[in-house]
T-cell receptor
Framework: QKEVEQDPGPLSVPEGAIVSLNCTYSNSAFQYFMWYRQYSRKGPELLMYTYSSGNKEDGRFTAQVDKSSKYISLFIRDSQPSDSATYLCAMRRGSNDYKLSFGAGTTVTVRA | DAEITQSPRHKITETGRQVTLACHQTWNHNNMFWYRQDLGHGLRLIHYSYGVQDTNKGEVSDGYSVSRSNTEDLPLTLESAASSQTSVYFC?????????????FGEGSRLTVL
């Protein structure tokens, strides 16, 4: 079983829809949770970062972490064609452990 | 601007050949990583380094090696390339002092082993 599970999709939504992405994980030692966005043939870039449980909002993006359920989510409101990309969840353990464990990534297409 | 660069961006090689992928960063980051990306698997960690002369194995390290002789570079070597190593390889770096531990990725090196 993978340490981090993420439905690879693909996911296709009309412009303006809410996109909901999620990951589950098995290792309760994970403390730092991130979402990366990757455009085609590019390297991933950090989109959202959350420490421990809770919600974080940044513009149209909201990240949620529920450590009791080992479940993290990313919501994209008012989705735009420019949001079409692969979204990867990532997480790491303690403050001295810098390597990230990634989900498989979900490919999202927003149709104009 | 500081950056992280990978070379070559594309390479085709034959089974059994030795291949080295270069990674160079100008942020002076202590931490450097090599991941491979395959459909359905996401990014899997191959090797990582937390400083000069420090190297560590990741989850898929068999058939790969790295060396860290300075802060800026972490070359990845495939000792004897196999078709199963056909993949897109990403190098990344991070600042050990940063709260987020954000990884900064290169553009990737696409390797095909025939």
């Amino acid at each position: 079983q993978k340490e981090v599970e993420q439905d690879p999709g693909p996911l296709s939504v009309p412009e303006g829809a809410i996109v909901s992405l999620n990951c589950t994980y098995s290792n309760s030692a994970f403390q730092y949770f991130m979402w990366y966005r990757q455009y085609s043939r590019k390297g991933p870039e950090l989109l959202m970062y959350t420490y421990s449980s809770g919600n974080k909002e940044d513009g149209r993006f909201t990240a949620q972490v529920d450590k009791s359920s080992k479940y993290i989510s990313l919501f994209i409101r008012d989705s735009q064609p420019s949001d079409s990309a692969t979204y990867l969840c990532a997480m790491r353990r303690g403050s001295n452990d810098y390597k990230l464990s990634f989900g498989a990534g979900t490919t999202v297409t927003v149709r104009a | 601007d500081a950056e992280i660069t990978q070379s070559p961006r594309h390479k085709i090689t034959e089974t059994g050949r030795q291949v080295t992928l270069a990674c160079h960063q100008t942020w002076n980051h202590n931490n450097m990583f090599w991941y491979r990306q395959d459909l359905g698997h996401g990014l899997r960690l191959i090797h990582y380094s937390y400083g000069v002369q420090d190297t560590n194995k990741g989850e898929v390290s068999d058939g790969y090696s790295v060396s860290r002789s300075n802060t800026e570079d972490l070359p990845l070597t495939l000792e004897s390339a196999a078709s199963s190593q056909t993949s897109v390889y990403f190098c990344a770096s991070s600042d050990h002092r940063a709260l987020t531990g954000e990884l900064f990725f290169g553009e990737g090196s696409r390797l095909t082993v025939l």
